[in-house]
């Protein structure tokens, strides 16, 4: 028992080594030959590139790939007015489609790629709306602390104390700074208030808009229906990127007056906090820049002042020297006596032109004023004439029988709507008292 045990033993083993030598000696054998062989045959078998996806001068064959294409996700804004230009090019270089088919389909492409700009604009407006929605409660406050800031500065008075310790070329400066500053603030101040108006009534004109962008686009075709029937795929495929890229612009659109209604209020919070910041500011402005004029006005007169003692010391001091310098210096003194007259007068002239130039305007506007007035009384006795007649037409269509012996003559007064009667028959008198 025992020997035929190990008898089977050593069997098992040799048929086990018998088993186990074709493996070995195939694990060992090279496989550089047999593996250049795959590798010379994927070279060839590479796939062609394939023409761009969507492409409208496509034959049949390339309008299923463009179907295909038109069922992937939506590609962004950029991406696809690149694609619509690239199919517009290959479009107006392709010469095997019809004129009159390629004009057409050339023209709705167009369309298309005007549509996914107007889109593409929609979005980034939309996304300013949100940005300025989501930046306006940062913007009222910093205007809220500017205010408070501004609230707390000095006082005029001691503005006007620090401004009196300033030499002439620093107070020229300053008025300088604060004049350039005032015109700023001011432009500044104009475009919110006009933004702010046009806030007012844009939620009205907002939603009269998104109601018709709506409409418009439920009245849009299906892309995927567009002309189905039609046997030239180029037109087909033209016309179903038009209705996309129309109904992509529509959307945009929607969305973006979405966006303008909800961030409406954090808008108008926002202008409104800029704008009383700006009025604070104008209004700081024009209180202190009359305190720099007058300080810079004063500090060149005192240098005006210094100058003439100056040339007056030279003057005296080169007539002493001779008879003709001395009557040079008289002459001198004269003509800047009559420099300063003419000067003064100047200054007056303009004063009294500018009181002319508003007696003018006013005079103007009374005009315009006394013009309308008596607009509206030649309108007024109109029609208070035609009332009259119209009376008259009632009376004599009323009572036919009744005959009138003399006509009504409605004559206008010199005040408004002062008429006269002139007498008419006793019936029709009777009927006009009723």
Avoid: W
């Avoid at 409406?264 to 704008?275: D, G, H, I, M, N």
């Amino acid at each position: 028992m025992t020997k035929f045990s190990h008898l089977g033993l050593r069997r098992g083993a040799l048929l086990l080594a018998l088993l186990a030598m074709p493996l070995t000696s195939y694990a060992q054998t090279p496989l550089a030959p047999k593996a250049a062989a795959p590798v010379e045959k994927t070279v060839p078998s590479a796939p062609a590139p394939k023409p761009p996806q969507g492409d409208p001068t496509a034959k049949p064959t390339e309008g299923v790939g463009m179907r295909e294409d038109s069922a992937e996700a939506p590609v962004g804004p950029e991406r696809a007015i690149e694609r619509t230009r690239s199919r517009l090019q290959e479009l107006e270089a392709r010469t095997d489609v019809a004129p009159d088919i390629r004009d057409q389909a050339i023209a709705l492409l167009r369309s298309a790629l005007g549509h996914l700009e107007a889109a593409s604009a929609s979005a980034a407006t939309a996304t300013r709306f949100q940005e300025a929605s989501q930046r306006s409660p940062e913007r009222v406050t910093e205007a809220k602390q500017q205010l408070e800031a501004l609230q707390k500065e000095a006082t005029n008075e001691e503005f006007a104390k620090r401004i009196d310790k300033l030499p002439l070329a620093e107070a020229q400066q300053a008025l300088d700074a604060a004049n350039g500053a005032a015109a700023t603030v001011k432009t500044d101040l104009d475009q919110l208030e006009s933004r702010l108006r046009e806030m007012g009534t844009r939620a009205t004109a907002a939603r009269e808009e998104q109601s018709a962008e709506k409409q418009a686009l439920d009245a849009l075709e299906n892309p995927d229906d567009a002309q189905a029937g039609d046997p030239n795929p180029v037109l087909v495929d033209a016309r179903r990127t038009a209705l996309s890229a129309e109904r992509r612009a529509r959307s945009a659109k929607l969305n973006l007056l979405e966006q303008e209604l909800i961030s409406l209020p954090a808008r108008q919070a926002s202008a409104t906090a800029r704008r009383d910041l700006a009025a604070t500011k104008l209004d700081q402005l024009a209180k202190r820049v009359p305190i720099i004029e007058a300080r810079v006005h004063t500090l060149k007169e005192v240098e005006a002042a210094k100058r003439q003692a100056e040339a007056d010391r030279e003057s005296r001091r080169l007539a002493a020297q001779h008879p003709v310098l001395e009557a040079y210096v008289k002459d001198t003194e004269v003509i800047r006596q009559r420099e300063a007259d003419a000067t003064r007068l100047l200054d007056e002239g303009k004063s009294k032109l500018a009181e002319i130039q508003a007696d003018i305007a006013r005079v103007r506007d009374s005009k315009v004023a006394a013009q309308q007035v008596l607009e509206i009384e030649d309108l007024g006795a109109a029609v208070t004439q035609q009332v009259c007649e119209r009376v008259v037409l009632l009376a004599c269509a009323t009572h036919p029988h009744d005959v009138v012996e003399q006509q009504v003559v409605v004559v206008l007064g010199r005040q408004p709507l002062e008429l006269e009667i002139r007498p008419v028959d006793h019936h029709l008198a009777q009927l006009a008292d009723l």
